[in-house]
């Protein structure tokens, strides 16, 4: 089993910056691919950052110059870097990870408010 543990989200003002952080524990050789999906109230849960094991990143259009997603393999943690927020990221963030047996984890989600 693997436990995603989650924090960093918050309330910020728009144009302000939030550093989410996602730990993965359990049993755990190597975590191909980890990452952030989103859903705001009333929408679909979408895509935020995704990161592979060799660093390639991919990224939403909507947060593209805007986030940044980084991980620490040697600590199973992946960060999202979030500047410049605008009140539309204002969502619940979930990190996850996914296996090469295509088993995917997910943490709880945090909290994000971007206020006008």
């Known amino acids: 089993q693997v436990q995603l543990v989650e924090s960093g989200g918050g309330l910020v003002q728009a144009g302000g910056s939030l550093r989410l952080s996602c730990a993965a524990s359990?049993?755990?050789?190597?975590?191909?691919?980890m990452g952030w999906y989103r859903q705001a109230p009333g929408k679909l849960r979408e895509l935020v950052a995704t990161?592979?094991?060799?660093?390639?990143?991919k990224y939403a259009d909507s947060v593209k110059g805007r986030f940044t997603v980084s991980r620490d393999s040697a600590k199973n943690t992946v960060y999202l870097q979030m500047n410049s927020l605008k009140t539309e990221d204002t969502a619940l963030y979930y990190c996850?990870?996914?296996?090469?047996?295509?088993?995917?984890?997910w943490g709880q989600g945090t909290q994000v408010t971007v206020s006008s």
């Open positions: 996850y990870v996914l296996f090469n047996s295509a088993s995917v984890y």
């Open positions: 990161i592979t094991s060799a660093r390639g990143t």
């Open positions: 359990g049993t755990i050789f190597s975590i191909p691919t």
